[in-house]
């Protein structure tokens, strides 16, 4: 049976508020958190987008949930010997309940120091280096490291846990999904895909953990809850891959049209009608998943915590 946990969204809502809905999930039952980490929200509306190594240092202190980022990019906006860092002072601040989702990012985080913005096949071989570098400074030992996309001199990391972070892969297509296999401590990804599951495991991620996450909207009112994903997080809709390449918020809102309202009726589960809560989760319980994460879009946080607390969450345990 999969861990249950919850699915922070730091472009949608401000630090404060966040550590607010990490308490409320420890509370309600949830096992885990997930934090996003942009730079910029997907669109104004969303309105928000902290610094994540911040937000996780006091999540810390707050909670006692096991915290992952779902995901970094440690390519191109961050280096990532300095992200190897951040990642280490996260999981000893947290005990060792820190692990590190990585993944290849989008142009409307990545590009903003005027990096040029590489195709998906140079993405994934920076990404590939990246875990490779910081492993070695997960280590503690001093690492100098000449290759294709990164240089490291001397550099050694001074606070580090007793054991190295565990590197998830977000995947989405086969090459990164072979990437995940054979270099990750275990693969995300936002759809119940028993087959991708499957060729995660059988191509070398034997029984590493698979996570997985949703975004829901409960409410009383299900055509308001409608109303509020179309107006949030229509970009979630948008087909091919636009989330990767658009390079701001104002080129995802010229796109808002695209997404109609009986098209989030359709994909996200809206409302609160307690069995299509309980469907969409099990449907990542029955692909195979170890943990499942789910997101509340919208205001209604406290409503969510307690609909879930008490017509969910004891659902799924069953």
């Not at 949608?12 to 509370?27: C, K």
């Not at 990767?244 to 309202?261: I, N």
């Amino acid at each position: 049976m999969p861990e249950y946990g919850y699915f922070l969204a730091a472009e949608e809502h401000d630090p404060a508020a966040l550590i607010e809905q990490a308490r409320m999930a420890e509370q309600a039952g949830f096992q885990a958190l997930w934090i996003s980490d942009h730079y910029h929200p997907w669109n104004d509306a969303q309105g928000q987008s902290a610094f994540v190594w911040s937000v996780i240092g006091a999540l810390s202190q707050a909670v006692s949930l096991p915290v992952e980022t779902a995901v970094t990019c440690p390519t191109v906006r961050i280096h990532p010997a300095v992200l190897a860092q951040a990642a280490a002072t996260s999981a000893v601040l947290t005990g060792g309940r820190f692990r590190l989702g990585v993944g290849t990012g989008e142009a409307l985080n990545e590009h903003i120091l005027g990096d040029h913005w590489p195709p998906v096949r140079v993405r994934l071989e920076m990404l590939e280096e990246a875990i490779e570098v910081m492993r070695r400074l997960f280590t503690g030992e001093e690492v100098s490291h000449h290759g294709k996309h990164y240089t490291v001199e001397n550099a050694r990391l001074y606070t580090i846990p007793d054991e190295p972070v565990p590197i998830d892969i977000s995947a989405f297509g086969p090459k990164a999904l072979s990437l995940a296999s054979r270099a990750g401590d275990g693969f995300i990804t936002m759809m119940p895909d028993r087959e991708a599951v499957t060729r995660f495991r059988e191509g070398g991620g034997g029984t590493k953990p698979v996570s997985g996450g949703t975004k829901v909207c409960y409410g009383p009112d299900r055509d308001e809850c409608v109303r509020t994903v179309h107006r949030l997080w229509y970009n979630e809709l948008l087909p091919g891959e636009m989330g990767q390449v658009l390079p701001s918020p104002r080129h995802f809102e010229q796109l808002h049209e695209l997404v109609t309202e009986d098209m989030v009726r359709e994909k996200v589960v809206c409302g609160n009608d307690a069995d299509q809560h309980v469907s969409t989760l099990r449907a990542f319980a029955d692909a195979g998943f170890d943990r499942v994460y789910v997101n509340q879009i919208g205001p209604d946080q406290r409503g969510f915590f307690d609909f879930y607390r008490t017509k969910v969450l004891p659902r799924l345990a069953g």
